[in-house]
């Protein structure tokens, strides 16, 4: 039976390991990082995108085009183009909470989305909640306006 031992003993130095490792992880606060920003794409996903849906629907109506693939496009390009006025300020939002525990300080800049929304106001102003709205535009401008296409 004693052999037993010597087969299972780097398992189990293995499973201490890893439960070490965790312990770590954890006190980290790595994992409790992991959904930093959460609630406030849980809050905001609906009526955002419900904005790009009325967008949408307001752009075919606006456009005066025959109906078709070009309006369609053009309808998602702009739909797209009002939604990500409103998107990107909140994704700047989740991923500085997402991040911030990646810095060299001792303690969180902000607990919650409002204390990053005044904080980047504070700091960077307009300029810092709508930083990188551009590469956002031309990737998902150019998706909506695809995904009308296939959509007709």
């Not at 700047?92 to 969180?108: A, F, G, P």
């Amino acid at each position: 039976m004693a052999w037993c031992w010597h087969l299972l003993s780097p398992i189990d130095s293995l499973k201490a390991q890893t439960q070490f490792q965790l312990k770590t992880v954890w006190n980290r606060s790595i994992i409790k990082t992991l959904y930093r920003g959460y609630g406030l794409v849980l809050a905001s996903t609906v009526p955002l995108t419900a904005t790009y849906f009325i967008s949408m629907e307001t752009s075919k109506k606006l456009l005066p085009l025959q109906e078709g693939p070009v309006k369609e496009f053009l309808a998602g390009v702009l739909a797209q183009t009002m939604a990500s006025v409103m998107f990107t300020p909140r994704d700047v939002i989740k991923e500085r909470m997402q991040v911030q525990h990646l810095q060299n300080t001792t303690t969180d800049k902000y607990d919650k989305a409002w204390d990053a929304l005044k904080f980047v106001w504070k700091t960077e102003g307009a300029k810092g909640l709508f930083r990188g709205y551009f590469q956002t535009l031309t990737l998902w401008s150019l998706y909506g306006g695809v995904r009308q296409i296939y959509l007709i």
